[in-house]
């Protein structure tokens, strides 16, 4: 079993995130490189998420992993386990990513042919929001037993992704969750969010996501 | 209905947040008011979980809420309508509350004869565990569908808390969550934390956290 590269993030000292992160898109786009930036709340299911598209992408893409987390590397060892190449970057107490951090992480992933390459950002609904990290794609998972309530109190985050991830489905029978209500408080936040909903446990749904997903990096790298 | 108080907070521009914590939590004490601090992912069940402390605290406690939320004034309103005094602590965007803060919420509120105020925090697992509140007592919700791991994610809330509240009990049927493991993390980062299974929604294991938490306000506020 290899050992996972473990990536110590130093802070960025440059003041414009927005330029930075902007260049940051367009140096990927020249390259063919999409890169998806995920976030949830701790314990939302990113990386049981992320191998179960592994498993639905069924060799389709090319991809990378950069596990994001103030500490241990478990994360990363799973997906490397799983057979995706991935690095584990710690933030160092950081509660997010910005642009400039995301690229000491893609140089330590060293994939220049990769066709998507996934950050897992540091399990929070708040600061990640805030932060443009340079990527084409924006994705949130909120998980059934968070609650529908979650768009309504944290808004920025549903407004800056491109795509919802409802995860857990499973477990909706068990759970208070109105799926209508959710759905009224994210479109609130942003009209265009696409929605979708998962099991990554049981993997219902997962393909749906998966194909969307292959589609999208495609047509980016185009 | 009584309207709910929406208290906008202002950032605070005091340097020293530690020695801040420290005066507010030494006022507090000479008032005789025990403050709590309430700690969580978004979705553990903080708001559910303070209502279920309501029925089982059964009078015996004078006691009021800050609800800390980016937006949305669901909560006071929630606990409002319980009963119990509350005020909606706007915290505009910031991802955490600090001891200033703090006091701004506490004066909205307005119960010089408390003798328990609980600061709902912003649900998120970082940043809030790195401002000391003036807080005599931090306590975090791990709910069981977030997964046994958070605290070796987490480290530093566990390291500040004194108690930990597993919530969702009636849950694990559903999920892998092993306590043990949970506790050796938890353990690892605070060997003296108090750890306590509760399901606020069916009520198990509400009055013991109940009974202990009435007896440690009692003994601070002597």
Known sequence: ???????????????????????????????????????????????????????AFDGRLRWGVMEADIDSAVDAQTMQEAGVPAVQLHTGGMCHLDADMTRQGI????????????????GNLVCPAEFDTGA?????????????DKPAKYPLMYEKCNILVV????????????????????????????????????????DVLADALVKKVKAWCR
């Open 1 to 55: 079993m290899d050992k996972v590269k473990i990536v110590a993030l130093k802070e960025s000292v440059l003041e414009d995130n927005d330029r930075d992160a902007q260049n940051l898109r367009e140096e990927l786009r020249g390259k063919g490189i999409c890169l998806l930036n995920l976030m949830s709340s701790p314990g939302s299911g990113k990386t049981s998420t992320l191998l179960a598209l592994n498993r």
């Open 107 to 122: 140089r330590a992933l060293g994939m220049e042919d990769a066709e998507l390459i996934v950050l897992e950002n540091v």
């Open 136 to 148: 084409a794609i924006n994705m949130t998972i909120l998980s059934v037993p968070e609650g529908d």
């Open 167 to 206: 995860n857990k489905i499973d477990a909706l029978p068990v759970f208070d969750f109105d799926r209508e209500r959710m759905e009224r408080y994210a479109r609130k936040c942003n009209p265009e969010i696409e929605i979708f909903y998962i099991s990554a446990k049981t993997g219902e749904g997962v």
